[in-house]
């Protein structure tokens, strides 16, 4: 007979190997994830219209002086669940794109942007692990302000040799108002119902990132955008705002006003 203590131990011994046995590492096969597909996220929308300053946040372009040069910063993603391999990806311009538009009034006021007037890479890659590939789109400063009042256009398109593209999402239009450029300064004055020689200044200023306030009385001139002034005598003064874009001090414009303190 067997006692209950052998029918103990079998039992734990019994449910020890079983317990060991599931614990056993086996090597997972690499799961067979959906086809990558690429795209531009700038395509999204059809239009990607540059036509603004931003002095905070995310920046759509950027103007290095040194080299004269707009950059606007591009890029190629994948889509999938895995992001295994290089994937090389042409990058074109396709100018009938635009001619297109054009011509069925889809960009209103607008031209191409002449081809000896931008630079793009021929071609960039989405590193193995990457979801994405960075490049730029690089247009000549000189020839824009050359045009300030034109909107310009390029088309840029992306295709894959080896990844299938997105159809939706494999050009973007990139629109750029070259107005943006040169700041348009200008500014509003009230005095102040108790103290009349207190003056605020509202500035209304358009596509600048910087000012400075002369006041017409021999006082140090005031970055401030919209600052608020005391003068000491009456009389009648001329307020100069000069207002800089991100182009730099070469494409400062002035506003002059008088202001008349009783």
Do not use: H
Request: aromatic content about 10%; hydrophobic content about 40%; proline content about 7%.
């Amino acid at each position: 007979m067997i006692s209950s203590y052998t029918k103990r131990f079998a039992f734990v011994f019994f449910g020890s190997s079983l317990l060991l046995s599931s614990c056993k590492y086996e090597e997972l096969a690499k799961a067979d994830y959906p086809q990558q597909i690429i795209y531009m996220p700038t395509a999204k929308n059809g239009l990607f219209t540059i036509n603004s300053i931003s002095t905070s946040g995310t920046y759509r372009f950027t103007v290095d002086l040194a080299t004269k040069k707009v950059i606007i910063p591009l890029g190629v993603f994948r889509g999938g669940v895995a992001a295994d391999g290089d994937v090389p990806v042409t990058i074109t311009a396709n100018a009938d794109t635009i001619s297109k538009l054009i011509s069925t009034n889809a960009l209103v006021g607008t031209v191409a942007l002449p081809a000896d007037k931008f630079v793009l890479p021929p071609s960039v890659t989405i590193p193995n692990g990457q979801e994405s590939g960075a490049f730029n789109l690089t247009i000549d400063l000189d020839y824009l302000r050359t045009s300030p009042a034109q909107k310009l256009a390029v088309a840029v398109g992306i295709a894959s040799s080896q990844t299938p593209v997105n159809p939706l999402l494999k050009t973007t239009i990139i629109s750029f108002d070259p107005t943006i450029l040169k700041p348009t300064p200008n500014f509003t004055t009230k005095a102040d119902a108790s103290v009349p020689q207190k003056i605020t200044f509202t500035n209304t200023s358009s596509n600048a990132v910087s000012y400075s306030w002369d006041f017409g009385d021999g006082s140090t001139a005031v970055a401030d955008p919209s600052p608020i002034y005391t003068y000491t005598q009456a009389g009648t003064y001329t307020v100069t705002l000069t207002a800089t874009g991100i182009t730099g001090s070469s494409d400062a414009v002035k506003k002059v006003a008088t202001v008349t303190i009783p």
